[in-house]
Nanobody, 129 residues
Framework: QVQLMESGGGSVQAGRSLRLSCQASGPIDRDYYMGWFRQAPGKEREGVACIAIDGTPSYKDSVQGRFTISQDNTEKTLYLHMHSLRPEDTAMYYC???????????????????????WGQGTQVTVSS
């Protein structure tokens, strides 16, 4: 089974940077794509960024230009480089994976949490002002 494990969260001051990592294991191959999601207390889980199987990224508007998603296919590791962090970025961050549907283009990835069947346990990011 696909297993995902996040790391790299922590507490930082606004304006600083963090890098999250997600180590994937199990039967995950190049026809899977992955994404980062976050959930703040009392709020819905939201898609932050995803990366399609051809490497095309997609970002939530509020993180565009501050966050960068990347992956190392050899190591089955997904990253989220977060810069210029803001207090509103405070949340539990999760990585998730799904197999690309056959009808979906190689350049497309979904940021809808309901589309992803495989999830990690999450890593907490807290940004203080």
């Amino acid at each position: 089974q696909v297993q995902l494990m996040e790391s790299g969260g922590g507490s930082v001051q606004a304006g600083r940077s963090l890098r999250l990592s997600c180590q994937a294991s199990g039967p995950i191959d190049r026809d899977y794509y992955m994404g980062w999601f976050r959930q703040a207390p009392g709020k819905e889980r939201e898609g932050v960024a995803c990366i399609a199987i051809d490497g095309t990224p997609s970002y939530k508007d509020s993180v565009q230009g501050r966050f960068t998603i990347s992956q190392d296919n050899t190591e089955k590791t997904l990253y989220l480089h977060m810069h210029s962090l803001r207090p509103e970025d405070t949340a539990m961050y999760y990585c998730a994976a799904r197999r690309r549907p056959t009808y979906s283009s190689a350049w497309f990835c979904s940021r809808a949490a309901s589309d992803f069947p495989h999830w990690g346990q999450g890593t907490q990011v807290t940004v203080s002002s």
